[in-house]
C-alpha cells in the first residue's frame, strides 16, 4: 500500500480565511512533505517533517503554516492567503533510513486550491 | 536555480514505439534520481528509480539509464502505450537531507 490521502480536493477561500488542509499516510513514513505547484511548473518543496520534527522550511511565508501532530498526520494550516496562492498542494511522504537518508517519496492526490 | 533540467517540453511517439525522455542535471551531489508519471488534477505517481552506483534500472517496459559523467539521465518507455500519456518529472535526490528537486517536466503523447 503506497497511499497519501489528501483533503479536501477541492478548496475555494477568500484572504481573509483561515482553512487547514489534511494529509495522512499509514505507510508507518517518518518524514513527510508539503510541495506547491502551479500550472505547467514542477512541484516546489515547502517543508518537510521528519520524525514529526520541521527539518526544512523552503523560506515559506508565514502565512503558510505546517503542523506535524503525529507520525501519520500533516497539516497545513492557511491564513490571510493572496490569490497568488491559488495552485495544487501536493503532500508526499518516505522512509527516512538509516542515517537519515530518506527514499522515494509517494504523494498523495493533492488539493487544489483557489484563493479569491 | 533549476538544478534538474528537461529541456524537451513535450514529445509525440507512436504507439508501439520506443519514448525518450532526457533529463540533465547539476548538481553532482544528487544520489538518487526517480521519474514520477502525473495526470492532470493528480498527485505525481512513482514510475522508477536508479541510485548513482548504477548506470542502468529496468522495470518491464520502463527502463532508466544514468550516466554521471554526463550528469544525464533518460527513461525509455518501450513499447510505447496511449496509456503513458501524461507529464513525465524527473527528479533528482539528496538523501542526507532530505531535499528532492524536479525538472520541468515533459509532456509524452502515445498516438494509436
Known amino acids: 500500500d503506497t497511499e497519501v490521502t489528501q483533503t479536501p480536493k477541492h478548496l475555494v477561500m477568500g484572504m481573509t480565511n483561515k482553512k487547514s488542509l489534511k494529509c495522512e499516510q499509514h505507510m508507518g513514513h517518518r518524514a513527510m512533505y508539503w510541495y506547491k505547484q502551479k500550472a505547467k511548473k514542477p512541484p516546489e518543496l515547502m517543508f518537510v517533517?521528519?520524525?514529526?520534527?520541521?527539518?526544512i522550511n523552503e523560506s515559506v511565508p508565514s502565512r503558510f503554516s505546517p503542523e506535524c501532530p503525529n507520525s501519520s498526520l500533516l497539516n497545513l494550516h492557511l491564513h490571510a492567503l493572496q490569490p497568488e496562492d491559488s495552485a495544487l498542494y501536493l503532500c508526499a511522504s518516505s522512509r527516512v533510513l538509516a542515517g537519515g537518508i530518506t527514499d522515494t517519496q509517494y504523494f498523495g492526490p493533492g488539493t487544489r486550491l483557489t484563493v479569491l | 536555480d533549476q538544478q534538474v533540467k528537461q529541456n524537451s517540453p513535450s514529445l509525440s511517439v507512436q504507439e508501439g514505439r520506443i519514448s525518450i525522455l532526457n533529463c540533465d542535471y547539476t548538481n553532482s551531489m544528487f544520489d538518487y534520481f526517480l521519474w514520477y508519471k502525473k495526470y492532470p488534477a493528480e498527485g505525481p505517481t512513482f514510475l522508477i528509480s536508479?541510485?548513482?552506483?548504477?548506470d542502468k534500472n529496468e522495470d518491464g517496459r520502463f527502463t532508466v539509464f544514468l550516466n554521471k559523467s554526463a550528469k544525464h539521465l533518460s527513461l525509455h518507455i518501450v513499447p510505447s502505450q496511449p496509456g503513458d500519456s501524461a507529464v513525465y518529472f524527473c527528479a533528482a535526490h539528496r538523501g542526507n537531507n532530505n531535499d528532492m528537486r524536479f525538472g520541468a517536466g515533459t509532456r509524452l503523447t502515445v498516438k494509436p
Open positions: 536508479i541510485s548513482s552506483i548504477k
Open positions: 517533517y521528519s520524525y514529526e520534527k520541521l527539518s
